[in-house]
């Protein structure tokens, strides 16, 4: 363990094993067993981007869970852990990635994100003057690259592998704008919509490294994305009060300052928001590990008695789901919740832990989701069969069978779980190595759609 060889940082762990040997007369080999299991949580928490205090601080919160002692040593030091996550250190010894170099790599790329989305106004394209349909198609790439430069400059990324990174950004750019998009074309909005999809995958690269592939690297970018959300929606309701405040003071000197909310505050604070609140995960992930529990025990039923309402709703009235455009649109934004609510409550569990009521409840709501998902289809498909294909309907067919799948094995997985017939570990698994499907087909949406069906 040469990368713990800095004296501080070995003295606290010597702090630590001492503190175990004196509460309670243990063997040297289970000291030295306990003290494993925390050099492998400094492990994963230095590779994720954390200073050394910092992961030493929370790999012993996170050795509560296993050890009553560790517990009691973290409560005793807990108040370190907050200065040392909030405070930058002083002095000519900070390195490129201290907090405070992070914290101005991050405005800076806020700022570039605002400015970015203004960037196209040059070339006289506007925001609300007509090239809404140029700013849809575009959304992602005004951010998603600079989410990505930031990753790869936190976790030290070379020359190559940021060309790498690069060339999916590259791809949709071109395809985003190279293809003859009619005015109102359903192929243009289904690119608006896929784009970021498919390059959230590039995203993902970038923030776990070299990592896709082992062990929990996928599950952390999933931890990452739910958490991202939360932390966008709280900002997104900090700008809502903050614009509606600026509008008003305008107002007060009989100035309309609608021109500044429109063209400024909001477009700009929602592309740099993107940079910040994933800056704000990644600064306090290790404090708010708990949200993920709490979130998913929240919502999981909401959404369980939603669906089962819907269906009973559906059976006792005896009417079919209007397959319009916007209806397959809200139908597999649930059923992607679903699948998120999912992915979201592996990521908080622990995986050695035995079924319990919880696991039950996730078992019905995907469940539900499944019925609701093979109602869709039989519209879909009873629409498609009586009036023809249309890239809408067609789009709609290949993500609810993308789901169905997931759905599917989804809840296969979990029945094994709870019988004590398989491990939750396989259902993880399963979860994290069918998220590139998303992204492949969202690719190809974007892609192959507009040719195919004549850019209408």
């Not at 959404?303 to 009973?312: R, S």
């Amino acid at each position: 363990m040469t990368m713990f060889a800095d004296l501080p940082l070995e003295e606290q762990i010597a702090q630590w094993r001492a503190y175990v040997r004196r509460r309670q007369a243990i063997t040297g080999s289970d000291v030295e067993e306990l003290e494993g299991h925390l050099r492998d949580q400094l492990v994963a928490l230095t590779e994720a981007g954390l200073a050394a205090e910092e992961a030493f601080l929370v790999a012993v919160k996170r050795m509560g869970s296993l050890d009553a002692l560790s517990r009691e040593f973290a409560r005793a030091h807990s108040e370190r852990l907050w200065k040392q996550l909030v405070i930058a250190p002083d002095g000519p010894n900070e390195t490129a990635n201290s907090p405070r170099a992070e914290t101005l790599v991050v405005l800076i790329l806020a700022i570039a994100a605002a400015l970015a989305i203004k960037a196209p106004a040059l070339f006289g394209l506007r925001l609300g003057g007509g090239d809404e349909r140029f700013y849809a198609r575009n959304a992602s790439l005004f951010v998603l690259p600079l989410l990505t430069l930031y990753f790869a400059w936190k976790r030290g990324a070379g020359v190559v592998s940021g060309l790498w990174l690069a060339l999916p950004f590259a791809a949709g750019a071109v395809f985003a704008n190279v293809f003859p998009f009619r005015k109102g074309s359903d192929t243009e909005a289904l690119t608006a919509l896929h784009l970021p999809i498919a390059l959230w995958l590039a995203v993902g690269f970038a923030y776990v490294r070299s990592r896709w592939f082992a062990d929990g690297g996928r599950m952390n970018f999933v931890r990452f994305s739910g958490e991202l959300v939360i932390y966008y929606a709280l900002i997104a309701l900090g700008g809502g009060v903050f614009t509606a405040l600026t509008m008003m003071m305008f107002k007060a000197i009989e100035m309309n300052a609608q021109w500044l909310a429109e063209d400024w505050l909001i477009p700009c604070g929602a592309m740099g928001a993107v940079i910040i609140g994933s800056w704000l995960v990644e600064a306090k992930q290790s404090v708010i590990e708990n949200m993920a529990p709490v979130l998913t025990r929240l919502f999981t039923p909401l959404f369980t008695v939603l669906l089962l309402a819907f269906l009973a709703t559906m059976a006792w009235t005896g009417r079919p789901i209007n397959v319009q455009r916007e209806v397959l649109i809200g139908f597999d934004l649930l059923l992607a919740l679903v699948v998120g609510l999912v992915l979201y409550a592996a990521s908080a569990r622990d995986p050695q832990a035995p079924p319990d009521f919880f696991d039950g409840m996730q078992l019905l709501l995907v469940v539900s989701a499944l019925i609701v998902d093979g109602v869709a289809l039989t519209a879909i498909a009873a629409r498609i069969s009586e009036f023809g294909l249309t890239p809408n309907r067609v789009a709609a067919l290949g993500e609810n069978l993308i789901l169905l799948v997931n759905l599917g094995w989804s809840a296969w997985l979990y029945a094994r779980f709870l019988l004590h017939q398989g491990s939750f570990a396989a259902l993880e698994r399963w979860q994290v190595s069918y998220l590139p499907v998303y992204s492949m087909w969202a690719a190809l949406v974007v892609v192959i759609f507009p040719p195919v069906f004549g850019y209408r």
